[in-house]
């Protein structure tokens, strides 16, 4: 009988090893924005658009706060509304792996579990950045300081998706998304 308890933990072991394996990031080596100043980062994010996600399905009027943790961590704490206006909100911890580069975080919504996040390119201002995911191609969003962008800036950011291999035309932006009704 000891055998057999022991064999199932041994086989419970296993499953579970593997399923922690399956969960690591597989990100492809990617390129971020240089020299990116945490400091300067932190603060509130609206989103302007985004590829969906299902953690994200029916949400609009998304918006971010980060805030730097006295250990050099990134608290997160994200909020939006559904189509009957009832907030939701998600809180998140981040990191940088490399303390050189901040361009490179992970973030952990359900530890001890972490995903990727990129920040591609950012204005020299921090008033738009353009952010992907771990997976790839998968997660994109664009950020920005004020919840709209002119024409222009979103037209140039949107230019830098595509020339990373993101495909744009799934983008689904706020302003759309904050009237269901449309």
Same mark, same amino acid.
């Given at each position: 009988?000891?055998?057999?308890?022991?064999?199932?933990?041994?086989?419970?072991?296993?499953?579970?090893?593997?399923?922690?394996?399956?969960?690591?990031s597989f990100s492809p080596k990617v390129e971020t924005a240089? $020299?990116?100043?945490?400091? /300067?980062?932190?603060?509130?994010? *609206?989103?302007? %658009? @985004?590829?969906?996600? #299902?953690?994200?399905?029916?949400?609009?009027n998304s918006k971010a706060e980060y805030k730097l943790s006295?250990?050099?961590?990134?608290?997160?704490? $994200?909020?939006?509304?559904? /189509?009957?206006?009832?907030?939701? *909100?998600?809180? %998140? @911890?981040?990191?940088? #792996?490399?303390?050189?580069?901040?361009?490179?975080?992970?973030?952990?919504?359900?530890?001890?579990?972490?995903?990727?996040?990129?920040?591609?390119?950012?204005?020299?201002?921090?008033?738009?950045?353009?952010?992907?995911?771990?997976?790839?191609?998968?997660y994109l969003w664009i950020l920005s300081r004020t919840p709209?962008?002119?024409?222009?800036?979103?037209?140039?950011?949107?230019?830098?998706?595509?020339?990373?291999?993101?495909?744009?035309?799934?983008?689904?932006?706020?302003?759309?998304?904050?009237?269901?009704?449309?």
């Amino acid at each position: 009988m000891n055998g057999w308890l022991f064999l199932k933990f041994l086989l419970f072991f296993a499953c579970f090893a593997a399923f922690l394996y399956a969960c690591r990031s597989f990100s492809p080596k990617v390129e971020t924005a240089k $020299n990116v100043d945490i400091n /300067k980062y932190m603060g509130t994010w *609206f989103e302007i %658009a @985004r590829l969906e996600t #299902p953690f994200q399905r029916g949400k609009f009027n998304s918006k971010a706060e980060y805030k730097l943790s006295g250990d050099g961590s990134v608290s997160i704490l $994200n909020s939006a509304e559904d /189509k009957d206006g009832r907030k939701s *909100f998600a809180s %998140a @911890r981040a990191y940088a #792996p490399d303390s050189d580069d901040f361009s490179k975080l992970r973030v952990s919504f359900f530890r001890p579990f972490y995903t990727d996040y990129f920040i591609l390119e950012i204005d020299p201002d921090y008033q738009w950045a353009l952010v992907g995911g771990g997976g790839g191609k998968k997660y994109l969003w664009i950020l920005s300081r004020t919840p709209e962008l002119d024409d222009a800036t979103l037209n140039k950011i949107i230019t830098l998706a595509q020339s990373r291999g993101y495909d744009t035309t799934k983008l689904l932006y706020n302003s759309a998304l904050s009237n269901p009704a449309q």
